[in-house]
């Protein structure tokens, strides 16, 4: 080979390499930046309200209204069980501020009663109503409260080290429909490259990414933001943003764009009537839904979405429509890994410890009443070791608290009827009875010194006679103690060709006399 034909090989040969360097650099890019992005956070959790419409004197529609500052109070009491980090709350917090803003001041008085810090991101209803509400007249105090100190009602803030949160204002007044401004985008992108070595979470009151049906055309997209692509754009460009937060639609619903999750979460005074809580590591995002601890309210919530007009533009059956509210186990409970590209997992279910101990005496219940209509069938019993063991524990605890005691009655009621009976049968019957069962058991000699050890006690019918309760009465007694607990069972008599009665007071002195007399 030449020598300008070898020199021509290298060259072509680094070239190459140096391409694939750079391909594999590319590659790797993000996952450094990823690296990078997420190091120097301790593991937090945090919890997310939105839609708690909080209000006083009026009528309920598809939202709860009468009821939204019991369901504010039960949802600040779940918060408070968990020890969180922090709180967010994602607008529509009031339906609308009220006269002097009494409605936010009560929500203030509420949210005060939480053990852990909290921001909120304001809604369509935070600013409407009879009289329109200036966003930082009401809200920017309580920001500046927080140590936000700004003009305008969008702001970021570090709850705690490298953790980073920005709430975004998709609020207009009286309209559905949101909007992000174009000086609102770009303090959006600047702040997110200020921040892009802190984990960051958008929260906004409009879902950015809609979920179904909302992504589609009308009536759907009068609730989306126009400038949602913009904003996620944005977004996108920066690896450490892993989670955007909304509410609005009332949509239970997870979905994932590039790296980024994107959450819309129920509402808590419309069905189901449900908060958010959020665990995160470097690893994984776990999302929890929990519900107010009230069936009944949330029943009746769920009847009020019949008398919304926005599900029948979904389907016919309202019944579509709130199972996409309602979201199911999949996007209630889920495991968010933060490599991009990775599809959600199945969480196992924190549940509430109410639902599991109502959950537990329903089946102890069930168990009960099934042992009760199987009579005692073994192959019922079987069927299910845990039904059983929780049955027997019930019974356990019946029989400890008395609750088996009016059934042991009955069974000794029905003994002593016998008995009556038995004392009211002729003395003759007892007579002949005991003595027959003299002259088997007598020796021949009864005159000698050792009669007396071979005869046998005079009790011994009276035993046999305790044993051997009449036909009848012992069909009475089973069918009675059929239906007590069957784990005590008593030993069972001797079957006897001739019934005994039991022992006479007449008798007995009559016995007493022939033996003088035989003496």
Same mark, same amino acid.
């Given at each position: 080979?030449?020598?300008?034909?070898?020199?021509?090989?290298?060259?072509?040969?680094?070239?190459?390499?140096?391409?694939?360097?750079?391909?594999?650099?590319?590659?790797?890019?993000?996952?450094?930046?990823?690296?990078?992005?997420?190091?120097?956070?301790?593991?937090?959790?945090?919890?997310?309200?939105?839609?708690?419409?909080?209000?006083?004197?009026?009528?309920?529609?598809?939202?709860?209204?009468?009821?939204?500052?019991?369901?504010?109070?039960?949802?600040?009491?779940?918060?408070?069980?968990?020890?969180?980090?922090?709180?967010?709350?994602?607008?529509?917090?009031?339906?609308?501020?009220?006269?002097?803003?009494?409605?936010?001041?009560?929500?203030?008085?509420?949210?005060?009663?939480?053990?852990?810090? *909290?921001?909120?991101?304001?809604?369509?209803?935070?600013?409407?109503?009879?009289?329109?509400?200036?966003?930082?007249?009401?809200?920017?105090?309580?920001?500046?409260?927080?140590?936000?100190?700004?003009?305008?009602?969008?702001?970021?803030?570090?709850?705690?080290?490298?953790?980073?949160?920005?709430?975004?204002?998709?609020?207009?007044?009286?309209?559905?429909?949101?909007?992000?401004?174009?000086?609102?985008?770009?303090?959006?992108?600047?702040?997110?490259?200020?921040?892009?070595?802190?984990?960051?979470?958008?929260?906004?009151?409009?879902?950015?990414?809609?979920?179904?049906?909302?992504?589609?055309?009308?009536? *759907?997209?009068?609730?989306?933001?126009?400038?949602?692509?913009?904003?996620?754009?944005?977004?996108?460009?920066?690896?450490?943003?892993?989670?955007?937060?909304?509410?609005?639609?009332?949509?239970?619903?997870?979905?994932?764009?590039?790296?980024? *999750?994107?959450?819309?979460?129920?509402?808590?005074?419309?069905?189901?009537?449900?908060?958010?809580?959020?665990?995160?590591?470097?690893?994984?995002?776990?999302?929890?839904?929990?519900?107010?601890?009230?069936?009944?309210?949330?029943?009746?919530?769920?009847?009020?979405?019949?008398?919304?007009?926005?599900?029948?533009?979904?389907?016919?059956?309202?019944?579509?429509?709130?199972?996409?509210?309602?979201?199911?186990?999949?996007?209630?409970?889920?495991?968010?890994?933060?490599?991009?590209?990775?599809?959600?997992?199945?969480?196992?279910?924190?549940?509430?410890?109410?639902?599991?101990?109502?959950?537990?005496?329903?089946?102890?219940?069930?168990?009960?009443?099934?042992?009760?209509?199987?009579?005692?069938?073994?192959?019922?019993?079987?069927?299910?070791?845990?039904?059983?063991?929780?049955?027997?524990?019930?019974?356990?605890?019946?029989?400890?608290?008395?609750?088996?005691?009016?059934?042991?009655?009955?069974?000794?009621?029905?003994?002593?009827?016998?008995?009556?009976?038995?004392?009211?049968?002729?003395?003759?019957?007892?007579?002949?009875?005991?003595?027959?069962?003299?002259?088997?058991?007598?020796?021949?000699?009864?005159?000698?010194?050792?009669?007396?050890?071979?005869?046998?006690?005079?009790?011994?019918?009276?035993?046999?006679?305790?044993?051997?309760?009449?036909?009848?009465?012992?069909?009475?007694?089973?069918?009675?103690?059929?239906?007590?607990?069957?784990?005590?069972?008593?030993?069972?008599?001797?079957?006897?060709?001739?019934?005994?009665?039991?022992?006479?007071?007449?008798?007995?002195?009559?016995?007493?006399?022939?033996?003088?007399?035989?003496?």
């Amino acid at each position: 080979m030449k020598e300008t034909d070898i020199s021509k090989y290298f060259e072509r040969t680094v070239s190459r390499r140096h391409l694939l360097l750079g391909l594999t650099s590319l590659a790797v890019l993000p996952f450094g930046q990823e690296a990078k992005a997420f190091s120097g956070f301790d593991p937090f959790s945090f919890g997310y309200v939105t839609g708690s419409y909080l209000i006083t004197g009026q009528p309920d529609s598809y939202k709860l209204l009468q009821e939204s500052q019991l369901f504010l109070q039960d949802a600040i009491k779940g918060l408070n069980a968990e020890k969180l980090d922090f709180v967010l709350f994602g607008g529509d917090n009031v339906e609308a501020p009220g006269n002097d803003d009494a409605n936010w001041q009560l929500f203030l008085d509420i949210a005060q009663s939480l053990n852990c810090p *909290w921001n909120f991101v304001i809604g369509e209803q935070d600013i409407s109503g009879p009289q329109m509400a200036d966003p930082m007249k009401t809200y920017g105090r309580d920001w500046k409260g927080k140590g936000i100190d700004r003009n305008v009602p969008y702001w970021s803030y570090d709850p705690m080290p490298g953790i980073h949160v920005v709430g975004l204002d998709t609020a207009r007044r009286n309209s559905n429909t949101g909007y992000l401004g174009k000086e609102q985008l770009n303090w959006l992108k600047d702040d997110l490259k200020t921040n892009r070595h802190k984990f960051t979470i958008v929260a906004s009151h409009h879902p950015l990414l809609p979920p179904a049906p909302f992504d589609g055309g009308s009536p *759907w997209d009068d609730y989306d933001v126009p400038q949602g692509a913009s904003a996620r754009e944005i977004m996108g460009q920066y690896p450490s943003v892993r989670l955007a937060l909304s509410g609005h639609v009332h949509i239970n619903k997870i979905q994932q764009e590039r790296s980024i *999750w994107y959450v819309s979460s129920p509402s808590l005074a419309v069905y189901p009537c449900a908060y958010r809580i959020f665990r995160v590591t470097t690893d994984y995002v776990s999302v929890e839904t929990y519900q107010i601890s009230f069936p009944a309210l949330i029943k009746k919530a769920r009847q009020k979405v019949e008398t919304w007009s926005l599900p029948y533009k979904y389907s016919a059956k309202v019944e579509a429509y709130t199972e996409l509210m309602d979201g199911g186990k999949a996007n209630q409970f889920a495991r968010l890994p933060m490599a991009a590209g990775k599809p959600m997992e199945p969480l196992s279910a924190k549940k509430r410890k109410e639902p599991e101990k109502t959950a537990k005496t329903h089946k102890v219940q069930k168990g009960e009443k099934s042992e009760k209509n199987t009579g005692h069938d073994e192959k019922q019993s079987t069927t299910s070791d845990d039904s059983s063991s929780t049955t027997a524990a019930a019974d356990e605890h019946k029989n400890m608290f008395g609750f088996g005691k009016k059934k042991k009655n009955k069974s000794e009621k029905v003994e002593s009827e016998k008995k009556k009976k038995e004392d009211a049968e002729p003395s003759k019957k007892s007579d002949e009875a005991e003595l027959k069962s003299k002259s088997e058991t007598q020796a021949p000699d009864s005159g000698s010194p050792g009669s007396e050890k071979t005869m046998p006690d005079k009790t011994e019918p009276d035993k046999a006679t305790d044993q051997a309760p009449d036909k009848t009465a012992k069909d009475q007694t089973e069918n009675v103690d059929s239906k007590t607990d069957t784990s005590v069972t008593e030993p069972k008599a001797k079957p006897i060709p001739e019934l005994l009665s039991a022992p006479d007071p007449k008798a007995k002195q009559q016995d007493k006399k022939h033996e003088r007399t035989d003496k």
